[in-house]
């Protein structure tokens, strides 16, 4: 079945750097989804993706889908506490509306 | 703004006994999902549902995992017996049956623990 695998698993940064993570499908995707879950709560939808080569800003978040619609990419500009979390990618795996979730990136910002 | 309501949001049990979870979604949302998170792990389909029809549970321990949606609105998704390994998240989230619009509405979820 279809696997989605995102790098790096976990990301400690300074406040104020940069942090990008990375999701790979094993199959081509007709769209994917950016998810963020806190610490303790529940997952939160940040954006979707449909087109090849398609690049959405959100404030300081880029979000990224490659050309060939396997992989995509969140990058963060200088991070904030608030960033601290964990970051998932999800796209559809077959019958109707069914997504796949990402292993996730855990985001640990040091202040 | 409308949220997804889940309860109970804490729950312990022991093992062979019976749980329950119950799930409302978003007023108008034609599409309900459960969902298994484990501590660490993205989260597992359980079972999808499509107004009150069953699209899909192929991932649904259906020996001991049982979920409804009798009216089409909120469900239920029952345990038994609980087994140490159910131990988990589980999520409820919903979705808004509209074209190219893939977006998920998680509810806070039931974490159970299972003694």
């Known amino acids: 079945g279809q696997q989605v695998m995102q790098i790096p698993q976990y990301q400690h940064v300074q406040e104020g750097e940069d942090f990008t993570t990375y999701c790979n499908s094993s199959t081509t995707l007709s769209n994917i989804q950016w998810y963020k879950q806190r610490p303790g709560g529940h997952p939160v939808f940040l954006i979707q993706?449909?087109?090849?080569?398609e690049v959405k800003k959100q404030k300081r978040l880029t979000f990224q889908f490659g050309e060939a619609k396997k992989n995509s990419s969140l990058h963060i500009t200088a991070t904030q506490t608030t960033d601290v979390g964990t970051y998932f990618c999800a796209g559809p795996s077959g019958g109707y509306q069914k997504v796949t979730f990402g292993t996730g990136t855990k985001l640990q910002v040091i202040p | 703004e409308a949220e997804v309501a889940q309860s109970p949001r804490y729950k312990i049990t022991e093992k062979s006994q019976a749980v329950a979870f119950w799930c409302d979604p978003i007023?108008?949302?034609?599409?309900l999902y459960w969902y298994r998170q484990i501590l660490g792990q993205g989260p597992e389909l359980l079972v999808q549902?499509?107004?009150?029809?069953?699209?899909?549970d192929s991932q649904l321990p259906k020996d001991r995992f049982s979920a409804e949606r009798l009216k089409g609105v909120d469900s239920t998704l029952k345990i038994q017996p609980a087994e140490l390994g159910d131990s988990a998240m589980y999520l409820c989230a919903s979705r808004l049956d509209r074209a190219y619009s893939y977006e998920q509405y998680f509810g806070p979820g039931t974490r159970l623990t299972v003694t």
């Open positions: 993706l449909v087109k090849s080569g």
């Open positions: 549902f499509q107004d009150e029809s069953v699209v899909d």
């Open positions: 007023s108008g949302h034609a599409t």
